[in-house]
T-cell receptor, first 111, second 111 residues
């Protein structure tokens, strides 16, 4: 089955700097790659997603890139702010139901 | 209120007892999911359901039972709780467009 690896497990960046989280997947049939943000005490929430027919997608300070050949995708957050502190999960899916999550990255934004 | 809710939010039980975690969504989403979240493991899929009366196993189904008699409800039962089932449990739903909407979670402690 699908396996999603996520790195790093913890990331600390200075406020205003950029943060990058990287993921790899194993199943070449996967075609949907969402990113979820989980704030303390809450359930995960979708922040951005990308499909396999697109190489990059941006939404304000957040961008995701996908390299299908290498089977890896990344989340980029620019101009980080205190409210970006959270746990981020990447995931992969190959059909409209279940998705497989990475183990998460705890992002700390330092003042 | 509209959305996805879970009950109870916190539960303490003893080894060997039966426990049922409830999940209710008001969107009439076809798909519903149960995950457990443990430190170092991220989110792992326990069971999912594509529609009423249709359920399927995820990555870690052993020790759990689900049912889906109504579209809006998807209860998760631990028939004989074990300490290894101490975790935070999240329910999610999806309308089939890949994005999953998560509930607030249930923190379960098995003594």
């Amino acid at each position: 089955g699908e396996n999603v690896e996520q790195h790093p497990s913890t990331l600390s960046v200075q406020e205003g700097d950029s943060a990058v989280i990287k993921c790899t997947y194993s199943d070449s049939a996967s075609n949907y790659f969402p990113w979820y943000k989980q704030e303390l005490g809450k359930g995960p929430q979708l922040i951005i997603d990308i499909r396999s027919n697109v190489g990059e997608k941006k939404d304000q300070r957040i961008a995701v890139t996908l390299n299908k050949t290498a089977k890896h995708f990344s989340l980029h957050i620019t101009e980080t702010q205190p409210e970006d502190s959270a746990v981020y999960f990447c995931a992969a899916s190959k059909r409209d139901d279940k998705i497989i999550f990475g183990k998460g990255t705890r992002l700390h934004i330092l003042p | 209120d509209a959305g996805i809710t879970q009950s109870p939010r916190y539960k303490i039980t003893e080894t060997g007892r039966q426990v049922t975690l409830m999940c209710h969504q008001t969107w009439s989403h076809s798909y519903m999911f149960w995950y457990r979240q443990d430190l170092g493991h991220g989110l792992r899929l326990i069971y999912y359901s594509a529609a009423a009366d249709i359920t399927d196993k995820g990555e870690v189904p052993d020790g759990y039972v689900v049912s889906r008699s109504k579209t809006e409800n998807f209860p998760l039962t631990l028939e004989s709780a074990t300490r290894s089932q101490t975790s935070v449990y999240f329910c999610a739903s999806s309308g089939g467009g890949n994005e999953q909407f998560f509930g607030p979670g249930t923190r379960l402690t098995v003594l």
